[in-house]
């Protein structure tokens, strides 16, 4: 944008990017480290090196509409880390440019749009006591926002058996009587047919080998309970297409089709197919204009 006798200021520079002053300035020291700008921090060398190219998880973060801008550069500067990771809200306030209290405003946005998952990692005293003594940074997974497929025909019907299989993993669920067992079984097959992987439902009931219930069924039922009752696909699999069509009525004509898009979509994605099959419920008044 700038000529060759006239660099662009760091406000100028700043202003273009969407970044602070300082922010700008910290990356062009960055980018002059790692030789892709002259010492005159305002010159790119091309000879050898050239534009890096983007990884998948940064290509996927740029690809996603966000609920909003600063949203979206949170979101860009968490796949700069990786698919997943761990990371303070202040690492990612300085990585992003921007204030603490503006990680704290714009995270759960990312939360609620379903983009990312953070978990958080506490420190525990040593000994019996597990007594919570401080705050690791939160590990965080960035998720697609797309729910899984619900499971169909012969797989809706081979999901209690992959679910035997789940709870029999389970290495705390032991001494249970065949009630217990069969009931187990049943939840898990409930969540296997929502279209939760068995990978993922073992992983939530099996996470610590020493674990000890005092009543197993309960216990694991518990467990199951705190689940959300649709399973995101992580964008990992998202971004590699590993993950089916999931099934839903259009929302207009309530006719059924198969989408990979996230949310409530029309049968056409953007519009409706067919519009004169819409139902209109009861009651409702139709106003036509001539």
Known sequence: MASPETFLTADQLAQVVGLKRRATQYHLAHLYAHGRIDEDKRTPITSGIGQPLLPGAQEWARSVV??????????????????????????????????????????????????????????????????????????????????????????????????????????????????????????????????????????????????????????????????????????RQSYRGEYPERQQDCPVCDTPFKTRAPGKVLCGGAICLTPEKAVIPPGTTIHRIA
């Open 66 to 235: 966000a609920p909003d801008p600063t949203c979206a550069r949170c979101l860009i500067a968490l796949a700069g880390i990786g698919w997943d990771g761990q990371v303070s809200q202040e690492e990612l306030a300085k990585i992003v440019g921007v204030s603490l209290r503006t990680i704290e405003r714009h995270r759960p946005h990312l939360v609620l749009a379903q983009l990312v998952n953070f978990r958080p990692v506490t420190v525990r005293a040593a000994g019996t006591s597990g007594l919570v003594t401080g705050r690791h940074p939160d590990r965080f997974t960035l998720m697609s926002g797309l729910p899984a497929a619900r499971l169909e025909g012969q797989a809706f019907d081979e999901a209690p058996a992959r679910a035997a299989g789940v709870v029999d993993r389970v290495r705390w669920f032991v001494s249970v009587t065949d009630t217990e067992r069969d009931n187990a079984i049943k939840s898990v097959s409930w969540f296997l047919r929502a279209g939760w992987p068995e990978d993922a439902l073992l992983k939530a009931l099996d996470s610590a080998e020493d674990r000890q219930a005092y009543r197993p069924g309960g216990y694991l039922s518990v467990l199951l309970r705190k689940l959300p009752v649709e399973y995101i696909v992580p964008a």
